[in-house]
């Protein structure tokens, strides 16, 4: 059955266009051409004839694009835009969307998800990297080693600090992103490697189908490969020239392989891309008398990136984090060309070691240049692993992607009657945390029973889809805001306070306050709360009868509206 279907990705084509980005323009495409009604919503770049809010349509690749000026892509801003939400429920009321797929939502806002959810609409999210628990998506530490433990987040950025002033531990960024992709009623990775991380990291393994991203073979050269006439072994490493696609690492590997005078005429290497690393590496290249085997060729048109595979031996990828599902192995593969990656993430399961290519220990130089040798030492090595890519070829064509999709999509009929995981949901304000807070929110899990660990969300993230599920507000000062207390009192959410004149009173008059005097008393509320379902069950009727109460007692001029302006 054709779906009226909106697709979103925080760029789009044609600007600023990266792997994510051509990926949900040729699935929109190609879901069209299907028969399916495809809408776009695409974040674009503000400025100042710009501004951020603005939405623009228009066309491309005939396709209709709603453009949405992005506010910011910093980590403290980009997860949660209350706009974008108003304009995504907008545009699936007047297109009238039945299905939402998102890709990259950076910039745009994760409350995308319940949002569309909300207004009725099936929810897919396609995931390209790690940001659904990892602020800087790669995996990686300050220090360049992978993160093994992903409840450390303060590790790598200790707060985050959203409009208003107060910096908020990072691990409630970290639990809102969590707990909107847990309202999508599928979640797709490209690589079985992600789907796994997601699982280790905290969410159901019933949320996630692998569906390859898969390569449009159409546009690849293809054939077989011999050994070059010359004896030159050519080498091809196309990525972004920063640390995590391990450029360093092979700046040492170069510099092993060019001590071999015996090599010095038979190896030469493509560098395809541009970063902050260039001038670093140009300049170990020279001081180490590389450049006549080396060809530093900057960031190169796909056309003329896939125009040089005909004359590559073995693609190279040097990654020291662990990749979903590179662009450049699958480039391989569909060009017959042999392989050279990491054996770390989603590399693992596109080079098949020894038949498709070679596998080397990411950040090991001495290893990656001794697989270099052998492909330049046996040049017949790298045509037999070619040769095998392309008698595979044809398994990685999108156009099996698609089927996949259409096969998510004619199955979410029955995930929408299946409920969202329960996950309970801690409402938190109002001032500037103390240290303890952020220990206690980063160490919550270990001492709060064995079902669903609860999400803390800070309070100006919580829109109505968040308070449905929320079970508790947490005040972290004696003196909150009092619409705070009222929104919690009506959504039949108890309040955690800490111990005050004001708090004791609103315990005394309505029953629906715990007090705490230290924050070992609110973990021990908490834990309460979320384990004894009668207790909870009982604060929420005395929150609900609050809320009447205080409605009931209220003076007539609470009723009134003010015209005068408000500061």
């Known amino acids: 059955m054709p779906h009226n279907i909106l697709l979103v990705s925080n760029f789009f084509p044609p600007h600023t266009v990266g792997g994510a980005e051509i990926v949900a323009y040729r699935q929109a495409k190609a879901l069209a051409a299907r028969g399916h009604r495809v809408t776009i919503l695409a974040g674009a770049a503000s400025s100042p004839t710009n501004p951020a809010g603005r939405l623009d349509f228009d066309t491309y690749g005939g396709l209709p694009v709603y453009r949405l000026s992005m506010r910011s892509l910093d980590p403290d801003l980009n997860f949660y835009w209350s706009a974008a939400g108003r304009r995504l429920r907008a545009i699936i009321a007047t297109e009238q969307i039945d299905v939402v797929h998102l890709h990259n939502v950076t910039g745009l806002g994760a409350n995308l998800i319940p949002a569309a959810r909300d207004c009725g609409a099936s929810v897919i999210v396609t995931l390209h990297d790690h940001w659904g628990f990892c602020l800087r998506q790669t995996k990686l530490r300050p220090d360049g080693t992978v993160c093994r433990n992903f409840e450390e987040c303060t590790r790598c950025h200790s707060a985050v600090q959203p409009p208003g002033g107060v910096a908020v531990p990072t691990r409630l960024r970290r639990d809102y992103i969590a707990w909107c992709l847990g309202q999508a009623h599928k979640l797709i990775t490209p690589s079985r490697y992600l789907a796994g991380a997601y699982v280790e990291a905290g969410f159901p393994t019933e949320l996630f189908d692998v569906v390859s991203n898969g390569i449009d073979l159409g546009s690849v050269p293809h054939g077989g490969k011999q050994p070059s006439a010359d004896g030159v072994t050519r080498f091809l490493c196309s990525a972004y020239l920063g640390e995590h696609k391990g450029l360093l690492v092979l700046a040492e590997a170069l510099k092993l392989l060019a001590k071999d005078q015996g090599l010095a005429a038979r190896w030469h290497v493509t560098i395809a891309g541009d970063g902050h690393l260039r001038g670093r590496i140009?300049?170990?290249?020279?001081?180490?008398?590389?450049?006549?085997?080396?060809?530093?060729?900057?960031?190169?048109?796909?056309?003329?990136?896939?125009?040089?595979?005909?004359?590559?031996?073995?693609?190279?990828?040097?990654?020291?984090?662990?990749?979903n599902e590179p662009v450049s192995m699958l480039e391989a593969i569909a060009s017959g060309t042999a392989q050279l990656a990491t054996r770390i993430g989603g590399n693992v399961e596109l080079v098949e070691e020894g038949r498709s290519g070679l596998l080397v220990e990411p950040g090991d130089a001495a290893?990656?240049?001794?697989a270099m040798?052998?492909?330049?030492?046996?040049?017949?090595?790298?045509?037999?692993?070619?040769?095998?890519?392309?008698?595979?070829?044809?398994?990685?064509?999108?156009?099996?992607?698609i089927d996949r999709l259409e096969s998510v999509l004619a199955g979410l009929d029955r995930r929408k009657t299946l409920g969202v995981r329960p996950e309970p949901v801690v409402?938190?304000?109002?001032?500037?945390?103390?240290?303890?807070?952020?220990?206690?929110?980063?160490?919550?899990?270990k001492h709060l029973g064995d079902g669903p660990s609860p999400r803390f969300v800070w309070r100006e993230w919580a829109d109505a889809t968040v308070w449905r599920e929320a079970r508790l507000l947490w005040l972290w000062d004696a003196h909150p805001e009092e619409w705070l207390v009222n929104q919690a009192l009506r959504h039949g959410v108890p309040v955690l306070a800490p111990a005050s004149r004001w708090a004791e009173g609103l315990a005394r008059h309505y029953g629906a306050v715990i007090l705490y005097g230290t924050y070992l008393?609110?973990?021990a509320a908490m834990r309460a709360l979320f384990a004894l379902p009668g207790l909870r069950d009982e604060f929420a009727w005395r929150a609900?009868?609050?809320?009447?109460?205080?409605?009931?007692?209220?003076?007539?001029?609470?009723?009134?509206?003010?015209?005068?302006a408000v500061n």
């Open 282 to 323: 140009d300049d170990i290249l020279e001081a180490n008398r590389l450049l006549g085997n080396v060809t530093m060729a900057g960031r190169l048109p796909r056309e003329e990136l896939l125009a040089a595979l005909p004359t590559t031996d073995v693609t190279l990828l040097a990654s020291v984090w662990p990749e």
């Open 367 to 370: 290893d990656l240049a001794a």
């Open 373 to 401: 040798r052998r492909y330049i030492e046996a040049p017949a090595l790298a045509a037999e692993h070619g040769a095998y890519n392309l008698e595979r070829r044809e398994q990685f064509d999108e156009a099996r992607t």
């Open 427 to 445: 409402v938190c304000g109002t001032g500037w945390p103390a240290l303890e807070v952020a220990q206690l929110v980063d160490h919550a899990y």
């Open 521 to 523: 008393e609110a973990l």
């Open 544 to 564: 609900r009868a609050a809320s009447v109460a205080a409605t009931a007692l209220a003076q007539k001029w609470a009723f009134g509206l003010n015209s005068e």
